[in-house]
């Protein structure tokens, strides 16, 4: 990629209202006597001409002391947040966020992600960064201020699209192995390789990840499934022998077995093909676990018959079934957004049934009703679904998602399906027939959303009113006053 440096002053490329505050930063540093350098992503950023907004600071001495003397000087400073514990302090100014700590040095034992941290010099808190284009750093002191840092050609690295560690990869990835996943996510997001002296060390110690919480993991593997081709990410995973420890249900999708000549496409490569696909159309980051886990169920689920050759039936069902274990593991919401990612893997083969005959409009509003809002997204994921190398083919199939689509259309504008809700409610029929709450208000309630699903009765609160009454007729019931 192109960068464009100036290393005697790289402050001429930050925004100016970052700007002024970095001088600010100067000159309490100045004014407390202590060095103090902006460092790591802020900087790569910078001469990525990549926006940000979290700058972090070090200083030779107390961090919390120079944030402190910020504060004093600077107004308009909305929060200042201390960890003493950590020896940081975060203040925040105008949509900014900066973090301050003094300089360090880090040891740490093999048995513990935790270092022992001790204070260290400018180049000792340098080598410790995870990656050289991270070790960037750049004083803000009047003496030397805007002067690139750059002990371990970050910048060439930068010019490269290159993913590489300061000290040994083994010792770095193994000090810290969330450093593995970070690796990942940077080349993922940035579209960089990684160096192969730096990815081989990786390899070696892949399996120090177990020791490190899913949701540090969690929070990398977001930011990868955010990014522009997020399949790089999982295959770089994969090839990492990172994907089987921490995504076995994924990693049980890859592979292709061969019976009497007869064999299936491999559903892990299908699966990344899928989440490019919905990628480029959608930034939901739930639409895209959608399309990781749309065929999660198959492993489970695959067989082989002689008659049929293999199969996978009902792996939907049994995919939406692991939606929650994958999301607990993950650390994942379970909320709405787990239950919206349970309807994308339970429904994603709906759409492609409706283009296999005549499209009825019971099938149609029995979607609609299943899916609701959500029903332009389950089309999304479904014309994404389709991965074939043949034209025609895939020509052919997005033909008939136009039709479905129209059809949902028409179906929608007629009967309002898509965020329904009962036009008789369990309050009036009990109100109307003198019931408690009971079976029998279920058993109304149902052949009402029934016949209006069947298009019995159009989706009209007078007509479910009279249904109401011929239903419940049928069982004896009257209606009171």
Known sequence: MTVKIDKSNVLRNIPGQHKVLLEMVGKAADALDLQAYVVGGYVRDVLMGRQTKDIDVVTVGSGIRLAEKLRQMLPGVTSLKVFKRFGTAQLKVRGLEIEFVGARKESYRYDSRKPVVEDGTLEEDQLRRDFTINALSVPLNSAAKGTLLDPFDGVGDLRRGIIRTPRNPEVTFSDDPLRMIRAIRFATQLDFNIEEKTFNGLKKVADRISIISFERIRDELMKIIAAATPSKGFLLLDESDLLPIIFPE???????????????????????????????????????????????????????????GWTFHGHEVVGAKMVKKIFKRFRLPLDERKTYVEQMVRHHLRPIALTKGNITDSAVRRLLFDMGEHIDDLMILCE?????????????????????RLKLKEVEAKDHLRNWQPPIMGEEIMKTFGLKPSRMVGVIKTAIREAILDGVIANDEEEARQFMMKVAAEHGLKAVG
């Open 384 to 404: 994404a679904d389709i991965t074939s190398k043949n034209e025609s083919k895939v020509q052919r199939f997005l033909e008939n998602y136009q039709k479905v």
């Open 250 to 308: 994924l990693s049980a999708l890859k592979g292709v077995e061969v019976r009497n000549n007869i064999g299936h496409k491999d559903n892990f490569y299908h699966t990344l093909e899928v989440l490019d696909n919905v990628a480029k159309k959608s930034d939901n980051v739930w639409l895209r676990w959608g399309a990781i886990l749309h065929d999660i169920g198959k492993a489970p689920t695959k067989r082989f018959s002689n008659t049929e």
